[in-house]
């Protein structure tokens, strides 16, 4: 898969080509060849993360509901705050130790919304939904077995919810978490690999403000392990499935309506820092600058206001990437020192794990 070439001078038109193509943006762990080796490792991957995030929230949660409060009870803030920072904080680590590997998706809203979004394979997505569940069901044991008396960590409606209440509270905060995930993740941006911390500050918040009227789920996986394992449904359990499928479409729907939209237009130059970003001059203006001062050419026009690209807008660093190619389509630099003009030519790239740096060597 190849994304659109990095040329120092982009058009309009060449930026919103490039906006356009967004939909095919990929995080580059997830833009992995379908083989079966690397369905098996996110397979194991997604089992081991779901297990360790839910495993540290439960036992979080059951800590904060020992004595488990009584049906219609006044919300007690300080037990919340405790459980809400447990899923923050369980979510935050797991998901920075396994970004590299999985993506640290740990959600089958999650997975939906990636597979929607195209940034991963239908069979792999199927698998990891079956691996999260089953690592959701395991987690529950375990904290079941290692802690004592029952298992206080179900996801039921209190404070009053009704069911559709309920299932509008689900999806607006599973919704939340989702588009978060997209935006940070997903997206490719200079912030990229801080994106586990605003993930867990986001997932802390829903808590903060979805657990007492129902349970703060966001999350299949999370509400049907304690229901398996305490053999407890309630009528209105549906609601942990359809709500955060819910969330998870409208997420995507409102990403893919602002790709479709061209939103890396509107507001360029986020991510700049003059480095790693080409300036983003419109031929058409440089050539009418160079009527009006005599030929002085694009040496004078560099001393008016540049806009910088968005990295996300026009950096996209995918194993797929064919670095050949870039440098053929790229045409030479050059360093000017008075008269003398010296080129400078790309090396061939050292990162590891075929990752794309631009070095530069005078010669």
């Known amino acids: ?19 356009q193509s967004r939909n095919a943006m990929q995080l580059p762990m997830l833009h992995l060849p379908d083989s079966t080796r690397n369905n098996a490792v996110a397979t194991l991957g997604e089992f081991v993360g779901t297990f360790l995030f839910l ?11 020992t004595p488990k409060p009584p049906d219609g009870a006044n919300p007690n803030t300080s037990n919340l705050l405790f459980a809400s920072l447990a899923f923050g904080f369980s979510l935050t680590v797991n998901v920075w130790a396994f970004f590299r590997i999985t993506g640290g ?25 079956i691996a999260q569940i089953l690592g959701g069901i395991c987690a529950a044991a375990v904290v079941s077995a290692l802690f004592p008396g029952d298992l206080n960590v179900e996801t039921t409606l209190g404070g009053g919810a009704n069911v ?10 599973t919704s939340q978490l989702v588009f978060v995930v997209i935006m940070l993740a997903v997206v490719k941006h200079k912030s990229t690999f801080l994106a586990p911390v605003g993930i867990g500050l986001t997932f802390f918040l829903t808590e903060l403000c979805g657990i007492y009227y129902t349970g703060g789920s966001l999350n299949f996986a999370r509400s049907l392990g304690p229901a398996i394992v305490n053999r407890h449904f309630p009528h209105y359990f549906w609601i942990y499935f359809l709500g955060p499928v819910l969330g998870s479409g409208l997420a995507s729907c409102f990403y893919a309506l602002l790709n479709t939209m061209r939103y890396q237009t509107c ?11 080409a300036t983003l001059i419109p031929s058409n203006s440089v050539s ?11 040496a004078a026009y560099n001393g008016a206001p540049k806009h910088r690209r968005n990295e996300s ?8 990437n064919d670095y050949g190619s870039r440098l053929s389509e790229e045409p030479q630099r050059s360093t000017h020192h008075d008269n003398h003009v010296t080129p400078v030519v ?8 075929g990752s794309v740096y631009d070095k530069q060597e005078r010669v």
């Not at 898969?1 to 906006?19: E, K, V, W, Y």
């Not at 495993?55 to 509901?65: K, V």
């Open 1 to 19: 898969m190849r994304f659109g070439s990095r040329n120092p001078r982009q058009t309009g038109d060449g930026l919103a080509s490039i906006s």
């Open 267 to 277: 507001n360029p130059g986020q991510d700049g820092d003059g480095s790693e970003t």
């Open 346 to 353: 790309p090396t061939t790239p050292q990162g590891p794990l």
């Open 105 to 129: 998706l740990f959600n089958p809203s999650v997975t939906m919304a990636l597979f929607l979004v195209g940034g991963l394979p239908a069979i792999r997505s199927v698998l990891v939904i």
């Open 313 to 320: 807008e026009a950096t996209a660093v995918s194993p797929s």
């Open 164 to 173: 559709a209440q309920g299932l509008f509270i689900e999806m607006f905060l």
């Open 288 to 298: 009418n600058h160079n009527t009006e001062t005599g030929g002085a050419g694009t």
């Open 55 to 65: 495993f540290w929230s439960f036992a979080g949660t059951q800590i904060s509901n």
